[in-house]
């Protein structure tokens, strides 16, 4: 009877191990691992109908609001108190010929012009703390233009989402030196304007989010591309994490001379690939639970009590349970001990690098 209970007693405390530290490593594996798609639906402010669709997406889509639109401030209002993100979509010139916004931004143009519009633009779209190109080839392609943009941004506290609408874009090259954080758009969801082609474009960008870790996707309030969002959005893989442009960014980015020293310090490296399917998931599963600290810690809270048994006819019932968990023992402490001797033997750095 006493050898029962114990093996049973035995038996529940193994089994209650490995299920918490597989689900625990599962749930820490996928969250580390999960890749970031921002989505941000440009032009709001003139479509009511189909914008108030937008709203009643998941929060994190954000939605960037031209400053001179009918119905721009009244969209900025509801979805600041849904807590969503609000970007200022702000009118560029392009280099084609075609009828541009009320203040659309020229290269010509005085930084105190720049200022003013920028200004006013704060103004119509409140709550805004990012903002976008609205066209804007010829604007983004001109440096200076471009540099006078950024000088004024710096004193606002907003990020910049290059909408990237021609290659030889000069963003992010003007906001060196400022204190401007630069992200840029990935994927057009809706340049033809069709529910196929807003899907197959929506599906790239997920590519592109496992492939590196994150992307950017501009739609606009199209009706396709609303019901392709519904329907994508309504089964977006477990691996994608829907987040807003901001958060991909970190603010307050280096002064010029700290951009000069992480230019020559950083090394370029390739960042880990995102597993694409649940199978790769689970098998970095198996390598998160050596590691894990959660199960570190349950693994040895078993072992005391293990050692608390009569040990007279428990020994051969726990041999193979105890002989498992001394390899994942000398598995964590040997792991310890390397670490030990990183941080112990290891000599200091203390050249100009050393902090990137």
Same mark, same amino acid.
């Given at each position: 009877?006493?050898?029962?209970?114990?093996?049973? *007693?035995?038996? !529940?405390?193994? $089994?209650?191990?490995?299920? @918490? +530290?597989?689900?625990?490593?599962?749930?820490? =594996? #996928?969250?580390?691992?999960?890749?970031?798609?921002?989505?941000?639906?440009?032009?709001?402010?003139?479509?009511?109908?189909?914008?108030?669709?937008?709203?009643?997406?998941?929060?994190?889509?954000?939605?960037?609001?031209l400053?001179?639109?009918?119905?721009?401030?009244?969209?900025?209002?509801?979805?600041?108190?849904?807590? *969503?993100?609000? !970007?200022?979509? $702000?009118?560029?010139?392009? @280099? +084609?010929k075609?009828?541009?916004?009320?203040? =659309? #931004?020229?290269?010509?143009?005085?930084?105190?012009?720049?200022?003013?519009?920028?200004?006013?633009?704060?103004?119509?779209?409140?709550?805004?703390?990012?903002?976008?190109?609205?066209?804007?080839?010829?604007?983004?392609?001109?440096?200076?233009?471009?540099?006078?943009?950024?000088?004024?941004?710096?004193?606002?506290?907003?990020?910049f989402?290059?909408?990237?609408?021609?290659?030889?874009?000069?963003?992010?090259?003007?906001?060196?030196?400022?204190?401007?954080?630069?992200?840029?758009?990935?994927?057009?969801?809706?340049?033809?304007?069709?529910?196929?082609?807003?899907?197959?474009?929506?599906?790239?960008?997920?590519?592109?989010?496992r492939k590196?870790?994150?992307?950017?996707?501009?739609?606009?309030?199209?009706?396709?591309?609303?019901?392709?969002?519904?329907?994508a959005?309504?089964?977006?893989p477990?691996?994608?994490?829907?987040?807003?442009?901001?958060?991909?960014?970190?603010?307050?980015?280096?002064?010029?001379?700290?951009?000069?020293?992480?230019?020559?310090?950083?090394?370029?490296?390739?960042?880990?690939?995102?597993?694409?399917?649940?199978?790769?998931?689970?098998?970095?599963?198996?390598?998160?639970?050596?590691?894990?600290?959660i199960?570190?810690?349950?693994?040895?809270?078993?072992?005391?009590?293990?050692?608390?048994?009569?040990?007279?006819?428990?020994?051969?019932?726990?041999?193979?349970?105890?002989?498992?968990?001394?390899?994942?023992?000398?598995?964590?402490?040997?792991?310890?001990?390397?670490?030990?001797?990183?941080?112990?033997?290891?000599?200091?750095?203390?050249?100009?690098?050393?902090?990137?």
């Amino acid at each position: 009877m006493m050898k029962y209970l114990l093996m049973k *007693r035995v038996g !529940l405390l193994t $089994l209650l191990f490995w299920i @918490l +530290s597989f689900f625990t490593s599962l749930l820490v =594996t #996928l969250n580390a691992q999960a890749a970031r798609l921002a989505i941000v639906i440009d032009d709001v402010g003139y479509r009511v109908h189909e914008e108030n669709k937008i709203l009643q997406m998941p929060v994190a889509i954000s939605i960037a609001i031209l400053p001179n639109s009918p119905f721009g401030r009244k969209m900025a209002e509801k979805a600041h108190q849904q807590g *969503r993100e609000i !970007l200022i979509h $702000l009118p560029m010139a392009p @280099l +084609s010929k075609q009828p541009l916004e009320k203040n =659309t #931004l020229l290269p010509a143009m005085s930084r105190e012009e720049i200022d003013r519009i920028i200004q006013d633009t704060i103004q119509k779209v409140p709550h805004a703390v990012g903002m976008n190109n609205h066209m804007g080839s010829a604007m983004t392609s001109d440096f200076r233009g471009m540099e006078k943009v950024m000088q004024v941004l710096s004193r606002h506290h907003l990020y910049f989402l290059d909408s990237v609408t021609i290659g030889s874009t000069q963003v992010t090259k003007a906001a060196m030196g400022t204190s401007v954080p630069v992200i840029r758009r990935n994927v057009f969801l809706d340049n033809v304007q069709t529910e196929a082609e807003t899907r197959h474009q929506f599906n790239r960008a997920i590519a592109l989010a496992r492939k590196q870790g994150s992307a950017i996707a501009i739609g606009h309030p199209h009706s396709t591309t609303v019901r392709a969002l519904q329907q994508a959005l309504a089964v977006l893989p477990d691996d994608i994490e829907l987040v807003t442009p901001g958060m991909l960014l970190n603010f307050g980015p280096p002064n010029k001379n700290e951009q000069q020293i992480a230019h020559k310090c950083i090394k370029p490296q390739k960042p880990e690939p995102v597993p694409e399917t649940q199978l790769d998931y689970l098998k970095k599963v198996g390598k998160a639970l050596i590691n894990n600290v959660i199960v570190d810690t349950l693994n040895q809270h078993i072992q005391k009590l293990l050692e608390r048994l009569p040990k007279q006819g428990a020994s051969n019932t726990l041999s193979n349970t105890a002989e498992s968990q001394v390899i994942v023992n000398q598995k964590v402490n040997k792991k310890k001990l390397q670490q030990k001797e990183d941080e112990t033997g290891a000599h200091q750095i203390t050249d100009t690098c050393s902090n990137f």
